[in-house]
């Protein structure tokens, strides 16, 4: 079984404008580097798909969703509800990318691909329930949790996040659901400000949301004994059905939106982490989405050694 792989020029016809960080050369960065290095030629493609209007409910709002539909209109702008801007395309690419995701769920979960990673942008952990912003339009993670759910009966979902930027809009979305448990490595204080230790999730969701806020210049040290510390100890109770990351690779060193310290190499050690413990509790199902991620020649590497420890399971 070969690792599937969500690489599309598709996603660079999303334009937040000039100097933008989340820019189009994100996606050209890691087309080249997986086409040079002959990592894209040994996965197998994810087909396009396009998220349906019912699929972007699962995560969010009906009012979100007409403002979306309402104000990515074919023109340039921001959008009102927080700082994600958008241009002609952004509506139908953001549709690809959520959609994108779903096929790879289905692929992981049909038993056809080992496990999955979707290059897309634009990224998605911090849309709330009714906000876009962060350059996230649709919570591509939190819609394929849903929809993992909804459509393939799978009761536990758990989403990893390590992103340097707190998932916000993750945490919203499922902090009372007892069903997705969310857990965070972030840069703290940094953007957006959220994802203190005391945030655990409230009512149903009680204990399924986990933070692990982190000092500007922290590296693989302090990351990794979260992962194999607080986190497995809590995944070994979760027992989850479905493995969902959230890579932001702004968490690398050298990134200009970041100031934690990863390797490429703590990239794919996380990798083998996560992808263990798919093999222990999800029979091996693991589903990973681009977040992060603005120093395009590293964001590249980190990508490519993501992948190859995907693919080394
Ligand atoms: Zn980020």
């Keep these: 079984m070969k690792t599937g792989l969500l690489l599309d020029r598709a ?3 999303h334009d937040p404008g000039d100097h933008h960080p989340e820019a189009p050369g994100r996606i050209e960065a890691i087309i080249n580097e997986l086409t040079a290095s002959g990592v894209a030629d040994s996965c ?3 087909p396009e798909r396009s998220v349906t209007d019912d699929e972007v409910l699962l995560a969010h709002t009906d009012g979100y969703l007409k403002t979306v539909l309402r104000e990515i209109d074919g023109s340039s702008g921001q959008l009102s509800t927080g700082d994600t801007n958008f241009g002609p395309n952004s509506l139908e690419v953001a549709r690809k990318a959520a959609g994108g995701l779903l096929g790879a769920v289905d692929g992981v979960i049909s038993g056809e691909l080992r496990n999955a990673f979707c290059a897309v942008r634009p990224p998605g952990h911090h849309a709330t329930p009714d906000r876009g912003m962060g ?4 919570n591509n993670a939190a819609i394929a949790a849903r929809y993992a759910q909804q459509k393939h009966g799978l009761k536990r ?9 707190h998932g916000n809009g993750t945490q919203d979305i499922f902090y009372e659901d007892g069903s997705v448990f969310y857990f965070s490595t972030h840069q703290h204080p940094w953007y957006p400000g959220t994802g203190m230790k005391e945030e655990t999730g409230s009512g149903q969701g009680k204990n399924t949301t986990l933070n692990t806020p982190l000092p ?3 590296g693989m040290a302090e990351i ?15 027992k989850p059905d479905l493995v969902i990351i959230s890579a932001g690779f702004d968490s690398r060193l050298d990134d200009p939106l970041g100031q934690l310290t990863l390797s490429d190499k703590d ?4 990798t083998r982490i996560l ?3 798919a093999g222990e509790f999800s029979e091996g199902r693991l589903v990973s989405v681009l977040e992060g991620g603005y120093n395009q020649a590293g964001l590249a590497l980190a990508v490519r050694h993501h992948l190859e420890a995907l693919q080394s399971v």
Excluded at 157 to 165: K, N, Y
């Design 267 to 270: 990239f794919a050690s996380l």
């Design 11 to 13: 996603f660079t016809e």
């Design 216 to 218: 500007a210049g922290s």
């Design 275 to 277: 992808s263990e413990m």
């Design 224 to 238: 990794e004994a979260a992962f194999r510390g607080p986190f497995t100890t809590k995944m070994k109770e979760f």
């Design 157 to 165: 979902v758990v989403i990893i996040d390590w992103d340097v930027h």
């Design 44 to 46: 197998k493609p994810l």
């Design 135 to 138: 350059f996230c339009i649709f």
